[in-house]
């Protein structure tokens, strides 16, 4: 079995080969009856089928011994143009080393507490809009950082403070930016782009209070939250196409967070202001309150909720939910995600659930409120 398959990808591979147009090379090049096959072992054969590849494919301009890392190539001519599976990515961290963290925090356009098994990360930057600038992005960046190393964090909040949520990334860091070299320019954007994965990526439940409209860059980090409350007369706006800009860091989050890919074309390319109703219909809104004062009340009521579900199994689902979504099922995640329900099913966390249901007794988790 494992010979005929080892000839079927061979046969695939000379078949495309052969395809190509060839100048002074007939169809007696294959003749079973050649010298070069005829009476030879496997090997020998396999060899000499393999150099008479490499020359045809060196006429046409390919490499065999340079295949492409994507895509079709002319060793695998029907490989798809997909990405790895999720969990075969690897992210690397921030690039820079983080500078303190919520007992000794030194930010100001940033304040960052850590509660009850709550964090709260909070853009105090009001005056400014809070325009995403350096100093905002090293904030936030600490902060997520730290909050990876807190095991006991059950819930995350990001806020802000003004009459923006924020207006996107700082205008006044734009207009410097023309000054800038092409790699600060990349490692400014790299920086924002590791913010709203690894913001997405938190193991916690991450949610957004919006008291305001939330702009550009905002938007993504809006979207980058697993759950968003906003008041109701917060928008959501993107005029990076207005700029000839390309809002293309905050894009992959948008699109997961938007139900419709025709949203998300009419908030991007077309530049539409989404009041919050419209901003709800999307997805990129969860509850809608009426006033200010009104998120405490449903971020309080969310915490009660947020109580009452074991942290692991939280965590757990979360992953999952990040490594599958928009996969078609394969073998890989039939395997992926089976695994994961063993190995939760035989943990502390999953037989502790169980007794409690079978002595109608409350999780030992649920004992500790999350309290901002």
Same mark, same amino acid.
């Given at each position: 079995?494992?010979?005929?398959?080892?000839?079927?990808?061979?046969?695939?591979?000379?078949?495309?080969?052969?395809?190509?147009?060839?100048?002074?090379?007939? +169809?007696?090049?294959?003749?079973?009856?050649?010298?070069?096959?005829?009476?030879?072992?496997?090997? +020998?054969?396999?060899?000499?089928?393999?150099?008479?590849?490499?020359?045809?494919?060196?006429?046409?301009?390919?490499?065999?011994?340079?295949?492409?890392?994507?895509?079709?190539?002319?060793?695998?001519?029907?490989?798809?143009?997909?990405?790895?599976?999720?969990?075969?990515?690897?992210?690397?961290?921030?690039?820079?080393?983080?500078?303190?963290?919520?007992?000794?925090?030194?930010? =100001?356009?940033?304040? *960052?507490?850590?509660?009850?098994?709550?964090? =709260?990360?909070?853009? =105090?930057?009001?005056?400014?809009?809070?325009?995403?600038?350096?100093?905002?992005?090293?904030?936030?960046?600490?902060?997520?950082?730290?909050?990876?190393?807190?095991?006991?964090?059950?819930?995350?909040?990001?806020?802000?403070?003004?009459?923006?949520?924020?207006?996107?990334?700082?205008?006044?860091?734009?207009?410097?930016?023309?000054?800038?070299?092409?790699?600060?320019?990349?490692?400014?954007?790299?920086?924002?782009?590791?913010?709203?994965?690894?913001?997405?990526?938190?193991?916690?439940?991450?949610?957004?209070?919006?008291?305001?409209?939330?702009?550009?860059? +905002?938007?993504?980090?809006?979207?980058?939250?697993? *759950?968003?409350?906003?008041?109701?007369?917060?928008?959501?706006?993107?005029?990076?196409?207005?700029?000839?800009?390309?809002?293309?860091?905050?894009?992959? *989050?948008?699109?997961?967070?938007?139900?419709?890919?025709?949203?998300?074309?009419?908030?991007?390319?077309?530049?539409?202001?989404?009041?919050?109703?419209?901003?709800?219909?999307?997805?990129?809104?969860?509850?809608?309150?009426?006033?200010?004062?009104?998120?405490?009340?449903?971020?309080?009521?969310?915490?009660?909720?947020?109580?009452?579900?074991?942290?692991?199994?939280?965590?757990?689902?979360?992953?999952?939910?990040?490594?599958?979504?928009?996969?078609?099922?394969?073998?890989?995640?039939?395997?992926?995600?089976?695994?994961?329900?063993?190995?939760?099913?035989?943990?502390?966390?999953?037989?502790?659930?169980?007794?409690?249901?079978?002595?109608?007794?409350?999780?030992?988790?649920?004992?500790?409120?999350?309290?901002?």
């Amino acid at each position: 079995a494992g010979l005929c398959a080892y000839w079927a990808s061979s046969a695939q591979a000379r078949g495309q080969a052969l395809r190509f147009k060839m100048d002074g090379l007939s +169809a007696s090049v294959i003749d079973p009856d050649d010298p070069a096959f005829k009476g030879k072992a496997w090997d +020998a054969v396999e060899k000499a089928l393999n150099q008479r590849d490499a020359y045809i494919a060196s006429l046409e301009g390919f490499d065999i011994d340079n295949p492409e890392e994507r895509g079709p190539s002319f060793s695998d001519p029907s490989r798809p143009l997909y990405s790895t599976f999720p969990w075969e990515e690897k992210v690397e961290g921030f690039a820079k080393p983080a500078s303190c963290n919520h007992k000794n925090w030194k930010h =100001t356009c940033v304040s *960052y507490k850590v509660g009850k098994q709550c964090a =709260t990360i909070t853009l =105090t930057s009001g005056s400014n809009n809070n325009g995403l600038n350096p100093a905002m992005l090293d904030a936030l960046q600490d902060a997520i950082m730290d909050i990876q190393e807190q095991d006991d964090l059950r819930l995350v909040i990001l806020r802000s403070e003004g009459k923006f949520f924020s207006n996107g990334f700082d205008p006044k860091h734009l207009m410097a930016e023309s000054n800038m070299t092409d790699e600060a320019i990349l490692e400014f954007q790299m920086q924002f782009a590791k913010i709203l994965y690894f913001l997405q990526r938190l193991p916690q439940f991450t949610v957004a209070l919006m008291q305001g409209t939330a702009m550009g860059a +905002a938007v993504g980090l809006v979207s980058a939250c697993d *759950y968003v409350i906003s008041t109701k007369g917060a928008f959501l706006s993107m005029s990076e196409g207005k700029l000839g800009a390309v809002p293309s860091t905050a894009i992959p *989050y948008i699109t997961r967070r938007c139900i419709f890919i025709k949203n998300v074309y009419n908030l991007i390319l077309a530049g539409s202001n989404l009041s919050a109703d419209v901003a709800k219909e999307y997805g990129f809104i969860d509850v809608i309150v009426e006033e200010a004062k009104d998120l405490e009340v449903e971020c309080n009521n969310l915490c009660d909720r947020m109580t009452l579900c074991a942290p692991g199994a939280v965590a757990a689902t979360k992953e999952v939910v990040m490594n599958t979504v928009g996969i078609p099922p394969s073998s890989f995640m039939l395997n992926y995600v089976a695994e994961i329900v063993a190995d939760i099913r035989k943990g502390p966390e999953c037989k502790a659930g169980m007794e409690a249901v079978l002595n109608r007794a409350r999780p030992k988790w649920a004992d500790t409120p999350i309290v901002q």
